[in-house]
DNA sequence: TCTAGCACATG
DNA sequence: CCATGTGCTAG
């Protein structure tokens, strides 16, 4: 289907290396946010795919009146009959240390926006429920309560920020993101708690001089699909997830073919039941039992249409209302968020880098879009130059944390961009010599710097914090709908000085690492210029 | 459970 | 070959 589609989304960008990402991380507060009944809004059935490719932009009904002219954007899962067959196994994704990437990739088309306005597009991934699960004669089951979520991240698009016309003229591909079971994870990846069930979120929030990241008056709004949902694995539990990933994700291509073989592992491994599925030909389709997302996940069931799903609130699911907007605040970001900036590395424009070529082939769609995106230190605000990471905010003072400090932490890292281009993302990460966690370095290690506070630590701030917070906060926080509406408005503590990291510890930074240089201005970013 | 090393596949 | 991703499989 569409695979016209994703190909070419590629942007070209542009706007060249410069850019920055920013990663932000926002700590789910609430580890809970999401809500049980996360509406989701199907607009259309399917649809996905048709959409709009080809359609020119987007115009946006919505004018921007206000200030968020959020109103007319929509989303559309890509590739959603995959996900679709994923969920009604019940997908698990694996996490590991290094980070890996989700597969199916979570991939968007997205409509509605002002052609001419800047956007953020980010994602995170919050907690479906409390509750953490095991795999056992088959199926998942609930087996205690969830631990407490640490700190989330965002994961900010590389090509953030980019205008309507940029984000709607091809696929909005998340394909780097990259999931750890790291704790001290210092590479801006998105930590999960293995066996616990997750639900992936997008959100756009426009960025203009006059809405900057940060700004009181961001405006985003949050889209939910709940057949993204998945329990984060540390290996494979569900025999017939592997089997799908393996007849689906090209990289897995090698395990392809060998029946047998699968059955004998899964004969060993899983030795219970299992019937098992030959791999390809069929898959069979649910388990409704096994997959906890059937119907259980409450609002993660799956529905037969989601297109989009936003936030708001639940009656609107049918309606299809536009997804939800929200000015917020500025108001810290919560204590749980942690930005992160990431810097794209391929900032070439068009990339030919990675991207496209990534997956395009085989298996359905392949968007090469986009999706590059790294992740730096920085915090929004970045300093001009040094990328300067803000260190979140407060520190939450949530119990649910637990053990924080170590635990959540926030790294930050700049990357320099352009003479990245070569390095793909992935290289990058990797090549880092940091290591995440694990690596101790100097003493002064990241670590030790973030993991103090990691919200915040730190010295200077500035801006940082506002700027970023209010979204992932409300984000996070707000279940749903909250969202929608609600302007956030409790500053509750702007607080922590955010720290700006504008030296990185040597070891963390990496020569690559340079720094990014985005536009930030006075912690600001700059959306208003690309390059 | 989770980890590390492995082989397989692709570019 | 190297880089990168993936599932497998001992430990």
Redesign the pocket.
């Known amino acids: 289907m569409r695979a016209t589609d994703d190909r070419e989304t590629v942007v070209s960008r542009d706007e060249t290396e410069e850019r920055l990402r920013v990663c932000v991380m926002a700590n789910g507060g609430d580890p809970f946010a999401i809500p049980e009944r996360v509406d989701i809004e199907t607009d259309s059935p399917k649809e996905n795919q048709p959409e709009n490719h080809t359609r020119p932009l987007c115009s946006p009904r919505s004018p921007q009146t206000t200030c968020t002219g959020m109103d007319g954007i929509k989303v559309f899962l890509h590739e959603r009959e995959l996900w679709e067959k994923f969920n009604d196994v019940g997908t698990e994704m694996?996490i590991?240390?290094?980070g890996?990437?989700m597969?199916p990739c979570y991939k968007v088309k997205v409509t509605g926006l002002n052609p001419k306005a800047k956007y953020i597009l980010l994602m995170d991934i919050v907690p479906a429920d409390d509750h953490r699960y095991?795999f056992a004669d088959n199926k998942w089951s609930v087996?205690g309560k969830a631990e407490p979520a640490m700190p989330g991240r965002l994961y900010v698009h590389s090509d953030s920020p980019a205008t309507g016309n940029h984000w709607t003229r091809q696929l909005v591909s998340f394909q780097?993101l990259k999931l750890t079971?790291?704790h001290l994870d210092p590479f801006g990846h998105i930590i999960l708690?293995?066996?616990h069930k997750y639900q992936p979120r997008l959100h756009i929030v426009k960025a203009d001089e006059h809405n900057g990241f940060g700004s009181k008056n961001t405006a985003f709004s949050t889209h939910m699909f709940s057949e993204t949902a998945f329990i984060a694995?540390?290996?494979?539990q569900n025999h017939k997830i592997?089997q799908l990933?393996?007849e689906n994700?090209?990289?897995?291509?090698?395990?392809?073919?060998s029946d047998d073989?699968?059955l004998?592992?899964m004969a060993?491994?899983q030795g219970k039941d299992y019937p098992v599925v030959p791999r390809s030909s069929h898959r069979q389709r649910m388990c409704p039992s096994g997959s906890p997302f059937g119907g259980e996940a409450k609002g993660l069931a799956s529905h037969p249409y989601s297109c989009e799903n936003r936030v708001t609130s639940t009656t609107q699911d049918l309606l299809t209302p536009p997804p939800v907007t929200y000015t917020l605040p500025p108001p810290g970001l919560d204590e749980h968020m942690q930005v992160y900036h990431c810097n794209k590395r391929k900032a070439d424009g068009s990339g030919p880098t990675e991207e496209h070529?990534?997956y395009?082939?085989p298996y359905i769609d392949l968007s090469p879009s986009d999706d590059k995106s790294y992740y730096h230190p920085s915090a929004y605000p970045t300093p001009p130059v040094p990328p300067s990471v803000q260190a979140p905010p407060p520190v939450p003072s949530d119990s649910s944390y637990r053990s924080v400090a170590g635990q959540r932490q926030a790294c930050m890292f700049a990357g320099s961009e352009h003479r990245m281009n070569d390095?793909?993302?992935?290289?990058?990460?990797?090549?880092c010599p940091l290591t995440p966690a694990?690596t101790p370095m100097s003493p002064t290690d990241p670590y030790t710097t973030f993991s103090h506070q990691p919200y915040c630590s730190s010295p200077q701030s500035s801006v940082a914090h506002q700027s970023s917070p209010p979204i992932g906060e409300s984000l996070s926080h707000s279940p749903y709908q909250t969202q929608s509406s609600r302007p956030y408005q409790t500053p509750q503590q702007p607080s922590p000085p955010v720290r700006e990291y504008q030296h990185y510890p040597s070891s963390l930074s990496p020569p690559h690492y340079h720094t990014l240089h985005p536009h930030v201005r006075g912690g600001v970013l700059d959306w208003s210029e690309p390059t």
Request: charged letters at 25%; one cysteine or more.
């Open positions: 694996i590991t240390k290094a890996r990437r597969f095991k087996t780097k079971n790291n708690n293995s066996m694995v540390t290996s494979y592997t990933k393996i994700n090209p990289f897995a291509k090698g395990f392809r073919g073989m699968e004998h592992r060993k491994i070529n990534l395009r082939k390095l793909s993302c992935t290289s990058w990460s990797y090549s694990m």
